[in-house]
């Protein structure tokens, strides 16, 4: 089935919003009066469950496998979980278990998700009514002010560190890296324990570090990321305890957390809202949610791996080998893809930072060729909020991330709500957007992040570790 766009993608013409589909689906299914219900479950960490009610056609026709495959691979990084129950027919059952199988086309995310709950992957078919209860948490992390804080935030490009003292900003500094081409997780360390250093120096003694990363993190541990993709599985360790290296040296409370919902914590301060979705346009996309009372969820929301494009022929990520998941449409990636179609050719060997940079002093000239790419990543965003609103309840959203940075920040916002009042006139009445400024757009995640330790006790200076 496919789908017609009111808005399409000026340099992405074969463009399928996975939001259309999903709607246009679900309404045929009821016009034709055939429906059962659907209902996918979650199980992940002690014992917390996630439940997603929907109907389908009783017929397994390709519609409607498409239809619960999609639905299964986005609530599975939405919301995470090691034991997926898939409560509907049975034929669709069989279907997501061979989907999903260790050797089948869905084995990155049963070996990531295996890592991340340290449990085998598996797939339970049942009847609807049989699918557990909902069970689950809400946890009111960071927000803490007092004292003199550290924050750092570890990106595929760079990585940058904060010092607060009482709240206030006293320095920032973002510092290029490659940490995904490095085996020795020494290298991880080191220039984060550098950058810190720097930004120690700034204060007068330091109470505690809080950072923000890409990839999963578990008692300030990291299971999963894209950061460490070069690190060999003997070393991984070395890596994983990385944080926990730190809280050793410096003798400070450290807390650390996902970059998206270090996104969300931000957010909070800025929007006022019912539900807050936080959404960073990087290296990747990274993504964090907040709840209407407030709180955290326990979601992985790593939306970079769920889909937003039903094009079989949409982009293929380069770590899970699927189509169109949201990191080749909200991140530097997504820029270095458009550049053809834009009609920009930069030298071969440039790196994807400074391609980015390249084509955002072309929209300073008002180029229109750059101007065409921002506005594709916007009609790309304006769909992908309507599908996030399917399965996150916010009326508030905050865009940051190098990708927005300058004028290409105000095109994709643009384009974005021009694409809510065409297709989804109410989430365009209901859902504020705010784009904070440029220097909160770039190291807004790690000032947030110093907000993460609560002071238990006040430590002594750590001068000693700054020389």
Known sequence: MKVQPIVPAPLDPEFQPLALFNRDYLAAARTAGRVVPLVIGLERESCLFSRFETVIRPDADPDTLRY??????????????????????????????????????????????????????????????AVPAEQTVHVRQGRHQGGCRLGFDLGASDYKVAALQE??????????????????????????????????????????????????????????????????????DRAKNMFHRLRDEWKVPVEVANDGDVTALAGAAALPAHGLLGIAMGSSEAAGYLNPKGGLTGWLSELAFAPVDNNPRAAVDEWSGDTGVGGQYFSQQTVNRLLSAAGIHLPADMDLPTRLRTVQEFLVRADPRAIRLFETIGVYFGYAIALYADFYKFDGLLLLGRVTSGRGGGLILARARDVLRAEFPRLADEIKIHLPDERNKRVGQAVAAASLPSLKKRHESVSAIRQ
């Open 167 to 236: 709240g206030r900003v006293v320095y920032t500094e973002e510092f290029p890296w490659r940490p995904a081409e490095q085996a020795d997780p020494e290298y991880h360390y080191r220039h984060l324990s550098d950058g810190l250093k720097l930004a120690a120096a700034q204060l007068p003694r330091v109470d505690a570090i809080g950072g923000s990363t890409a990839g999963v993190v578990v008692d300030n541990q990291f299971m999963v990321s894209s950061l460490l993709r070069a690190v060999p599985p003997e070393n991984f």
């Open 68 to 129: 619960v495959e999609r639905l299964v691979k986005f609530l599975l990084w939405a919301r995470g979980g090691w034991r997926l129950h898939v409560g509907g027919p049975a034929a669709i059952g069989e279907s997501i278990r061979a989907q999903y199988a260790p050797a089948g086309p869905r084995r990155f995310d049963v070996e990531l998700m295996t890592r991340i709950y340290g449990k085998p992957f598996e797939v339970v078919g049942s009847e609807a009514a």
